[in-house]
T-cell receptor
Framework: DAGITQSPRHKVTETGTPVTLRCHQT?????MYWYRQDPGHGLRLIHY???????DKGEVSDGYSVSRSKTEDFLLTLESATSSQTSVYFC?????????????FGPGTRLTVL | GENVEQHPSTLSVQEGDSAVIKCTYS??????FPWYKQELGKRPQLIID?????GEKKDQRIAVTLNKTAKHFSLHITETQPEDSAVYFC????????????FGRGTSLIVHP
Protein backbone atom coordinates (compact mmCIF):
# COMPACT_ATOMS: atom_id res chain seq x y z
CA ASP A 1 0.00 0.00 0.00
CA ALA A 2 1.44 3.36 -1.06
CA GLY A 3 -0.11 5.07 1.98
CA ILE A 4 -2.59 7.42 0.38
CA THR A 5 -5.73 8.62 2.12
CA GLN A 6 -8.53 10.97 1.20
CA SER A 7 -10.82 12.99 3.41
CA PRO A 8 -13.69 13.24 3.71
CA ARG A 9 -14.83 9.97 2.15
CA HIS A 10 -18.37 11.22 1.68
CA LYS A 11 -19.77 14.72 1.58
CA VAL A 12 -23.13 16.26 0.82
CA THR A 13 -23.20 20.00 0.30
CA GLU A 14 -25.37 22.68 -1.22
CA THR A 15 -24.92 24.62 -4.43
CA GLY A 16 -22.77 27.69 -3.96
CA THR A 17 -20.83 26.50 -0.94
CA PRO A 18 -17.05 26.04 -0.96
CA VAL A 19 -15.70 22.52 -0.57
CA THR A 20 -12.17 21.30 0.06
CA LEU A 21 -11.05 17.73 -0.42
CA ARG A 22 -7.78 16.52 1.01
CA CYS A 23 -5.34 13.94 -0.29
CA HIS A 24 -2.56 12.79 1.99
CA GLN A 25 0.38 10.51 1.15
CA THR A 26 3.09 9.20 3.43
CA UNK A 27 5.92 8.29 1.04
CA UNK A 28 7.18 11.59 -0.44
CA UNK A 29 6.05 10.90 -4.00
CA UNK A 30 6.60 13.87 -6.23
CA UNK A 31 3.62 13.63 -8.55
CA MET A 32 0.04 13.83 -7.30
CA TYR A 33 -3.20 14.02 -9.27
CA TRP A 34 -6.88 14.73 -8.84
CA TYR A 35 -9.40 12.92 -11.05
CA ARG A 36 -13.14 12.87 -11.20
CA GLN A 37 -15.05 9.77 -12.23
CA ASP A 38 -18.46 9.94 -13.82
CA PRO A 39 -20.45 7.20 -15.58
CA GLY A 40 -19.56 7.04 -19.27
CA HIS A 41 -16.58 9.37 -18.90
CA GLY A 42 -14.01 7.25 -17.14
CA LEU A 43 -11.31 9.06 -15.18
CA ARG A 44 -10.76 12.67 -16.12
CA LEU A 45 -7.84 14.69 -14.85
CA ILE A 46 -8.70 17.89 -12.96
CA HIS A 47 -5.31 19.13 -11.76
CA TYR A 48 -1.96 17.64 -10.98
CA UNK A 49 1.15 18.60 -9.04
CA UNK A 50 4.79 17.90 -9.77
CA UNK A 51 6.16 19.30 -6.53
CA UNK A 52 5.48 21.65 -3.65
CA UNK A 53 3.71 24.73 -5.01
CA UNK A 54 4.01 23.35 -8.56
CA UNK A 55 0.63 22.56 -10.07
CA ASP A 56 -0.98 22.52 -13.49
CA LYS A 57 -4.41 22.13 -15.03
CA GLY A 58 -5.93 18.99 -16.45
CA GLU A 59 -8.71 18.58 -18.99
CA VAL A 60 -11.60 19.48 -16.64
CA SER A 61 -10.11 22.17 -14.38
CA ASP A 62 -12.86 24.81 -14.65
CA GLY A 63 -14.42 25.47 -11.25
CA TYR A 64 -11.59 23.80 -9.35
CA SER A 65 -8.39 25.00 -7.73
CA VAL A 66 -5.61 23.11 -5.98
CA SER A 67 -2.82 23.77 -3.55
CA ARG A 68 0.23 21.85 -2.45
CA SER A 69 2.11 23.52 0.40
CA LYS A 70 3.68 20.27 1.64
CA THR A 71 4.86 17.19 -0.25
CA GLU A 72 2.37 14.97 1.53
CA ASP A 73 -0.81 17.01 1.03
CA PHE A 74 -2.66 17.94 -2.14
CA LEU A 75 -5.89 19.88 -1.67
CA LEU A 76 -8.71 20.23 -4.19
CA THR A 77 -11.10 23.16 -3.72
CA LEU A 78 -14.45 23.78 -5.32
CA GLU A 79 -14.82 27.53 -4.83
CA SER A 80 -18.59 27.50 -5.34
CA ALA A 81 -19.96 24.00 -5.76
CA THR A 82 -22.44 23.26 -8.55
CA SER A 83 -24.60 20.20 -9.18
CA SER A 84 -22.42 19.31 -12.18
CA GLN A 85 -19.58 18.72 -9.74
CA THR A 86 -21.42 15.84 -8.12
CA SER A 87 -18.99 13.01 -8.72
CA VAL A 88 -16.52 10.59 -7.21
CA TYR A 89 -13.11 12.20 -6.78
CA PHE A 90 -9.93 10.17 -6.75
CA CYS A 91 -6.53 11.35 -5.75
CA UNK A 92 -3.56 9.47 -7.20
CA UNK A 93 0.19 9.40 -6.88
CA UNK A 94 2.78 8.25 -9.37
CA UNK A 95 4.66 5.40 -7.77
CA UNK A 96 7.26 4.61 -10.44
CA UNK A 97 9.90 6.71 -12.13
CA UNK A 98 9.19 8.01 -15.63
CA UNK A 99 8.44 7.01 -18.29
CA UNK A 100 6.39 4.30 -16.52
CA UNK A 101 3.69 6.27 -14.81
CA UNK A 102 1.89 3.72 -12.66
CA UNK A 103 -0.83 5.51 -10.79
CA UNK A 104 -1.81 4.44 -7.30
CA PHE A 105 -5.23 5.72 -6.34
CA GLY A 106 -6.69 6.79 -3.05
CA PRO A 107 -9.98 5.34 -1.82
CA GLY A 108 -12.08 8.14 -3.35
CA THR A 109 -14.44 10.82 -2.09
CA ARG A 110 -18.08 10.74 -3.07
CA LEU A 111 -19.35 14.32 -3.34
CA THR A 112 -23.00 15.20 -3.76
CA VAL A 113 -23.97 18.80 -4.50
CA LEU A 114 -27.67 19.48 -3.95
CA GLY B 1 -2.70 15.69 -26.87
CA GLU B 2 -3.20 11.97 -26.47
CA ASN B 3 -6.58 10.41 -27.17
CA VAL B 4 -7.45 6.90 -25.98
CA GLU B 5 -10.49 5.05 -27.29
CA GLN B 6 -11.70 1.93 -25.49
CA HIS B 7 -14.17 -0.72 -26.71
CA PRO B 8 -16.54 -2.20 -25.89
CA SER B 9 -18.15 -0.14 -23.14
CA THR B 10 -19.90 -3.24 -21.81
CA LEU B 11 -18.92 -6.88 -22.20
CA SER B 12 -20.98 -9.79 -20.95
CA VAL B 13 -19.53 -13.31 -20.94
CA GLN B 14 -20.21 -16.69 -19.41
CA GLU B 15 -17.90 -18.04 -16.75
CA GLY B 16 -15.01 -19.86 -18.39
CA ASP B 17 -15.15 -17.84 -21.62
CA SER B 18 -12.42 -15.45 -22.73
CA ALA B 19 -12.82 -11.67 -22.73
CA VAL B 20 -11.00 -9.14 -24.88
CA ILE B 21 -10.97 -5.38 -24.40
CA LYS B 22 -9.37 -3.15 -27.01
CA CYS B 23 -7.86 0.33 -26.86
CA THR B 24 -6.41 2.61 -29.47
CA TYR B 25 -4.20 5.61 -28.88
CA SER B 26 -3.25 8.55 -31.05
CA UNK B 27 0.21 9.72 -29.97
CA UNK B 28 3.11 7.63 -31.23
CA UNK B 29 5.25 9.09 -28.40
CA UNK B 30 3.29 7.08 -25.81
CA UNK B 31 5.41 4.23 -24.53
CA UNK B 32 3.68 2.91 -21.39
CA PHE B 33 0.28 1.22 -21.39
CA PRO B 34 -1.25 0.15 -18.07
CA TRP B 35 -4.55 -1.55 -17.38
CA TYR B 36 -6.57 -0.89 -14.24
CA LYS B 37 -9.37 -2.90 -12.67
CA GLN B 38 -12.02 -1.20 -10.58
CA GLU B 39 -14.41 -3.30 -8.55
CA LEU B 40 -17.70 -1.78 -7.51
CA GLY B 41 -17.19 0.95 -4.92
CA LYS B 42 -13.42 0.50 -4.88
CA ARG B 43 -10.42 2.37 -6.24
CA PRO B 44 -8.88 1.52 -9.64
CA GLN B 45 -5.90 -0.80 -9.25
CA LEU B 46 -3.17 -1.69 -11.70
CA ILE B 47 -3.43 -5.27 -12.93
CA ILE B 48 -0.92 -5.38 -15.77
CA ASP B 49 1.11 -3.00 -17.90
CA UNK B 50 3.26 -3.10 -21.00
CA UNK B 51 6.01 -0.95 -22.42
CA UNK B 52 6.44 -0.08 -26.06
CA UNK B 53 9.51 -2.28 -26.48
CA UNK B 54 7.46 -5.40 -25.72
CA GLY B 55 4.73 -6.92 -27.89
CA GLU B 56 3.02 -9.13 -25.31
CA LYS B 57 3.00 -9.69 -21.58
CA LYS B 58 1.23 -12.38 -19.55
CA ASP B 59 0.36 -12.79 -15.91
CA GLN B 60 -1.56 -15.98 -15.18
CA ARG B 61 -5.00 -15.58 -16.79
CA ILE B 62 -4.47 -12.05 -18.09
CA ALA B 63 -2.35 -10.86 -20.97
CA VAL B 64 -1.82 -7.62 -22.82
CA THR B 65 -0.74 -7.24 -26.44
CA LEU B 66 0.58 -4.12 -28.12
CA ASN B 67 0.72 -3.22 -31.80
CA LYS B 68 2.77 -0.05 -32.08
CA THR B 69 2.32 0.25 -35.81
CA ALA B 70 -1.45 0.24 -35.55
CA LYS B 71 -1.40 2.08 -32.21
CA HIS B 72 -3.62 -0.35 -30.41
CA PHE B 73 -3.34 -2.58 -27.39
CA SER B 74 -5.65 -5.18 -25.91
CA LEU B 75 -6.38 -6.90 -22.62
CA HIS B 76 -7.13 -10.61 -22.76
CA ILE B 77 -8.67 -12.51 -19.86
CA THR B 78 -8.94 -16.28 -20.19
CA GLU B 79 -11.10 -18.67 -18.19
CA THR B 80 -13.12 -15.80 -16.77
CA GLN B 81 -14.51 -16.08 -13.25
CA PRO B 82 -17.28 -14.11 -11.51
CA GLU B 83 -14.64 -12.21 -9.53
CA ASP B 84 -13.33 -10.80 -12.80
CA SER B 85 -16.53 -8.73 -13.00
CA ALA B 86 -15.43 -5.10 -12.75
CA VAL B 87 -14.74 -1.99 -14.81
CA TYR B 88 -11.45 -2.11 -16.69
CA PHE B 89 -9.58 1.01 -17.81
CA CYS B 90 -6.73 1.24 -20.27
CA UNK B 91 -4.33 4.18 -20.30
CA UNK B 92 -1.45 5.55 -22.32
CA UNK B 93 1.43 7.67 -21.07
CA UNK B 94 3.56 10.05 -23.09
CA UNK B 95 7.24 10.53 -22.40
CA UNK B 96 8.54 13.87 -21.25
CA UNK B 97 6.82 16.57 -19.26
CA UNK B 98 4.85 15.33 -16.27
CA UNK B 99 4.03 11.91 -17.73
CA UNK B 100 0.28 12.42 -17.47
CA UNK B 101 -1.60 9.24 -18.42
CA UNK B 102 -4.69 9.47 -20.58
CA PHE B 103 -7.40 6.97 -19.67
CA GLY B 104 -9.97 5.23 -21.80
CA ARG B 105 -13.60 5.50 -20.76
CA GLY B 106 -13.73 2.03 -19.28
CA THR B 107 -15.29 -1.35 -20.03
CA SER B 108 -17.78 -2.93 -17.69
CA LEU B 109 -17.10 -6.67 -17.72
CA ILE B 110 -19.87 -8.90 -16.43
CA VAL B 111 -19.09 -12.59 -15.93
CA HIS B 112 -22.19 -14.73 -15.52
CA PRO B 113 -21.85 -17.87 -13.38
Amino acid sequence: DAGITQSPRHKVTETGTPVTLRCHQTENHRYMYWYRQDPGHGLRLIHYSYGVKDTDKGEVSDGYSVSRSKTEDFLLTLESATSSQTSVYFCAISVRVPPDNEQFFGPGTRLTVL
Amino acid sequence: GENVEQHPSTLSVQEGDSAVIKCTYSDSASNYFPWYKQELGKRPQLIIDIRSNVGEKKDQRIAVTLNKTAKHFSLHITETQPEDSAVYFCAASQTGGSYIPTFGRGTSLIVHP
